[in-house]
């Protein structure tokens, strides 16, 4: 596609709910990346994939937390039992390499844990 | 840990003025630097990408500058315009990680 997609654009759950944030990349773009921003700071990095491994899930928070990627492309980032200290705008990037050429995120899905 | 500095937190100029915003990294093993712009609710756009190897990068009326050896990056804006208003924001990679690591930000308003 043109850009990088992220869906839904808004995203409302109660507290102790499951949620998946999808992610479609640019086509051709064998990075992938998972950020999440909170109101005031930058992102911080939550898991990059390279093809369809996690190379690096350093960055999630908790085992609540698990992302996949399973034919190199549309990635999904599940949060099981979220929490109120979950909302935040996760935002998905892609790269046409692994040193960050062509870094592209995408608009953000905003997460609100009621 | 990378730990990423950006000063001023936020900034107002008129129109027409020539700018400056600073950032700093503590780990000075990088390997490149990028600066992107964010406007309100919107991803992120790449602004500038400087090598390590590099010392600055133009593009347009946008030039950054890098020195690896004391932590520091500037992205200098010249002859500002309302349209330049927005977040701007100063991200590092490692030499051993992809991920990038930002800076909280500066807030840029240019009043007409």
């Known amino acids: 596609g043109a850009g990088v997609s992220q869906t839904p654009s808004n995203k409302v759950t109660e507290k102790g709910k499951y949620v998946e944030l999808r992610c479609d990349p640019i086509s051709g773009h064998t990075a992938l990346y998972w950020y999440r921003q909170s109101l005031g700071q930058g992102p911080e990095f939550l898991i990059y994939f390279q093809g369809t491994g996690a190379a690096d899930d350093s960055g999630l928070p908790n085992d609540r937390f698990f992302a996949v990627r399973p034919e190199g492309s549309v990635s999904t980032l599940k949060i099981q039992r979220t929490e109120r200290g979950d909302s935040a705008v996760y935002l998905c990037?892609?790269?046409?390499?692994?040193?960050?050429?062509?870094?592209?995120f995408g608009s953000g899905t905003r997460l609100t844990v009621v | 840990k990378q730990e990423v500095t950006q000063i001023p937190a936020a900034l107002s100029v008129p129109e027409g003025e020539n700018l400056v915003l600073n950032c700093s990294f503590t780990d000075s093993a990088i390997y490149n630097l990028q600066w992107f712009r964010q406007d309100p609710g919107k991803g992120l756009t790449s602004l500038l990408l400087?090598?390590?190897?590099?010392r600055e990068q133009t593009s347009g009326r946008l030039n950054a500058s890098l020195d690896k050896s004391s932590g520091r990056s500037t992205l200098y804006i010249a002859a500002s315009q309302p349209g330049d208003s927005a977040t701007y924001l100063c991200?590092?990679?490692?030499?051993?990680?992809?991920?990038?690591?930002f800076g909280s930000g500066t807030r840029l308003q240019v009043q007409p």
């Open positions: 990037a892609s790269s046409f390499d692994d040193r960050g050429h062509g870094y592209t």
């Open positions: 991200a590092v990679s490692g030499t051993g990680r992809r991920a990038l690591t």
């Open positions: 400087i090598q390590s190897s590099q």
